[in-house]
């Protein structure tokens, strides 16, 4: 388990990380969202004892990161946005030597390595130079030096930066598949990424957590006015002016003709009130003919924006 108590960081006089906490239980899967330099990177650095806090409490299943800095790395594979690596090198080798810089004693007759390979899709390219590698290929060795001791607890920092749409399923199911039995913490500006992978998600805007929940949590908790769509003919401008009497709508959007005696209407929804039976009696009464309807549900992406203000980064 990762515990972060009252966690607090400045560059000089600037003020990046603002008195966070939070725990993650094993085998959770968290999505760590914030809009660039709203304080993420820098946590996940001391979570990985990259960074030491200014102050404050991080305890990774009960070890200190600055009294048990070499104990909690051992726990940690780390994938940075830019991973590390070491382009005069081939792949195989790569991982080798990362194995041996972990001390894996106890998996060096190369069992582990492939393992990693196949895991991450290596296997066509194990004998080329990493500087031969595509970025995608590249990105594949960084989470491979990541898996290959086995980490309790994945940090991945845009693990899909670079692959392709196939890739980045695989790596989703990578992710999915881990977190039945790690902890794993990942960083993403695409937001479905996150909700496709992610059972819980973390939201840090100007150093300080705003959000967290499950996305079913937030969404319930952040949904603001909804949008509904219809589409209807025959009788619409009586069929429009009965709309301010049905509850729940609160007013209509816009109005688009779609073409003789067809309309589409968007209906903005009070907060906790579903019209749409409503408007489906209405319909009847009015003699108005309903061809679609449907609902916006709050996405991530639309709480990320109210959390933040800001479009996603």
């Known amino acids: 388990m990762i515990s972060v108590q009252n966690l607090t960081k400045y560059y000089g006089t600037s003020l990046a990380v603002n008195n966070i906490s939070f725990e993650i239980a094993k085998g959770t899967v968290v999505g760590f969202l914030g809009p660039n330099g709203a304080g993420k990177t820098t946590t996940v650095r001391i979570v990985t004892c990259y960074l030491s806090p200014t102050s404050g409490t991080v305890l990774v299943d009960n070890k200190n990161i600055l009294t048990d800095s070499l104990e909690v790395r051992k726990k940690i594979g780390y994938l940075p946005e830019n991973a590390p690596l070491y382009y005069d090198m081939n792949v195989v080798d790569h991982i080798r030597f990362i194995q041996d810089m972990r001390k894996d004693t106890g998996r060096t007759n190369g069992n582990r390595i492939n393992q990693v390979v196949e895991i991450c899709g290596l296997g066509g390219v194990i004998r080329k130079n990493v500087g031969e590698l595509s970025k995608g290929f590249r990105q594949r060795l960084g989470l491979a030096q990541a898996l290959i001791h086995d980490p309790e607890i994945l940090i991945l920092d845009e693990p899909t930066v670079g692959l392709d ?110 019209p749409r039976e409503d408007i489906f009696r209405l319909c009847i009464e009015n003699q108005t003919v309903l061809l679609e309807m449907k609902r916006e549900e709050t996405s991530l992406e639309d709480i990320f924006r109210q959390l933040t203000g800001k479009e996603q980064m």
Request: proline share 3%; hydrophobic share 35%.
């Open 165 to 274: 749409p196939n890739q980045i399923i695989e790596i989703r199911n990578l992710i999915t598949e881990s977190g039945r039995e790690k902890t794993i913490i990942l960083c993403s500006h695409i937001l479905p990424e996150v909700e496709a992978t992610c059972n819980r998600v973390l939201i840090i805007n100007e150093g300080k957590i705003v959000a967290d929940g499950t996305p079913l949590e937030l969404q319930s908790s952040f949904e603001g006015k909804g949008r509904i769509t219809i589409q209807i003919k025959n009788n619409l401008d009586s069929f429009i002016e009965k709309t301010g009497h049905v509850a729940g709508i609160e007013r209509i959007i816009d109005t688009r003709i779609i073409s003789e005696n067809l309309k589409e209407i968007d209906l903005a929804t009070v907060r906790g009130i579903d």
